[in-house]
């Protein structure tokens, strides 16, 4: 049974179209992540399921019943917004309950959900204090608490970790799902942290400009982008622009500026079309050495940086022919191994590249977007 359906949905701000003719089926007891830039319409999408605003086109359901003219407060979903809005005259404690309390159960048992969520959040110790004497991320942990003991069977999450340090935003964002997942809760978490969506979510949603760029699992969305766009967005991605030289019933030869030719295994393009190549910075390979004759996809360059990301290290190479490649590897195997300024080759092997139409504002413009 879909738990929230969007139809067409269209929401304007005076000039700005916001949600764009949006449809979307979100089923019961499922965890989605919407994932995009700023201005993509992310909070803007929560507040029309919310019921905080009405669209100017389109329907909205929750559970197979049109809420369009339903109040928020009928629409038996919980909101957490971006900026959480708490009661500031009552205290940690008080403000959890609330919801419990408001839903009719008795006291002791209401008191008793909202320590239980304030465990939860790592927050139990601050029950007394007023919203003003917590920290930012407190407060962000307490509206969390707070919509989450509301019982609500839909929890709308408006980067619900978003002010929280590293450590803490990773062990929550485990537990938030554990909740979900215990409790049947369908859930639409929104988050410009795409390592986060991709953890959390069973499936992700892609915004860009009010509209959808691909929605499915983490890892398709992952494996196979639709768009230049989804691959910039999620995931580091190295991109090369060319033209199809040749073709055969296997794939399509590719040339590359000042000459270098690319193998891919695509057979849909014509010659002469202009395309860009896309690779995952983690599927490139960088190899010591002579070429050896045979080998295709075997592109020369020099390193030009290597950055330290902990477990991870990136080595930026600077291709004879004036294209650039990130390369990441874990750091157990990657860190020393390469030198500034040492010539390698690159390997971008056949299987790991994807092909995209030439976007008709340019390569650089798209990536640009966000
Ligand atoms: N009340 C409003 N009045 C005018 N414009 C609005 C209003 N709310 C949103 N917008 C505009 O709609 C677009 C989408 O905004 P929205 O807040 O949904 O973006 P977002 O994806 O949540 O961004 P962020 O990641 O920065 O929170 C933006 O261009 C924004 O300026
Ligand atoms: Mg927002």
Redesign the pocket.
């Known amino acids: 049974m879909p738990s929230i359906r969007l139809v067409n949905v269209t929401k304007k701000?005076?000039g700005?179209t916001?949600i764009k003719k949006l449809s979307l089926t979100i089923n019961d007891c499922e965890y989605v992540c919407v994932l995009?830039?700023?201005?993509?319409?992310?909070?803007?999408?929560l507040r029309l399921i919310a019921g905080i605003i009405k669209p100017d086109e389109g329907e909205i359901y929750i559970n197979n019943k049109l809420v369009n003219d339903v109040p928020p407060q009928e629409r038996n979903v919980a909101y957490v917004p971006?900026y959480y809005a708490l009661f500031p005259h009552l205290t940690v404690i008080d403000n959890v309950a609330f919801g419990p309390l408001s839903r009719g159960l008795r006291r002791e048992e209401a008191y008793k959900v909202g320590m239980h969520m304030l465990e939860m959040t790592r927050l139990a110790w601050r029950a007394e204090s007023l919203p003003y004497e917590l920290s930012g991320g407190m407060q962000q942990r307490l509206a969390l608490a707070r919509g989450l003991a509301c019982g609500a069977k839909i929890l709308l999450l408006?980067?619900p970790l978003g002010a929280l340090d590293a450590r803490l935003r990773v062990e929550l964002r485990f537990r938030l799902r554990e909740i979900a997942k215990e409790n049947g809760l369908t859930v639409i978490h929104?988050t410009?942290d795409q390592e986060e969506a991709i953890v959390v979510a069973d499936r992700l949603i892609v915004?860009r400009g009010?509209e959808i760029q691909q929605e499915g699992p983490p890892s398709q969305v992952y494996n196979e982008p639709k768009n230049i766009f989804v691959a910039h967005f999620v995931g580091g991605a190295n991109f090369f622009e060319g033209f199809i030289a040749e073709t055969d019933p296997h794939g399509s030869w590719v040339q590359l500026r000042n000459g270098f030719i690319l193998r891919v295994n695509e057979t849909r393009w014509k010659v002469g079309e202009k395309i860009v190549i896309m690779i995952r910075e983690e599927k490139t390979e960088i190899i010591k050495g002579i070429k050896r004759r045979e080998d295709i996809n075997l592109l020369p360059g020099t390193i030009k940086e290597a950055s330290f990301l902990g477990d991870f290290v990136i080595y930026g190479i600077l291709l004879d022919n004036g294209d650039n490649v990130n390369s990441k590897m874990p750091t157990l195997l990657g860190i020393g191994k390469f030198k500034i300024g040492e010539r390698v080759y690159v390997r971008l092997r056949t299987e790991y590249l994807r092909a995209y139409p030439y976007p008709p504002q340019g390569l650089y413009q798209e990536l640009k977007v966000m």
């Open positions: 701000f005076g700005i916001a995009g830039p700023s201005g993509s319409g992310k909070t803007t999408l971006q408006d980067e929104v410009h915004l009010g």
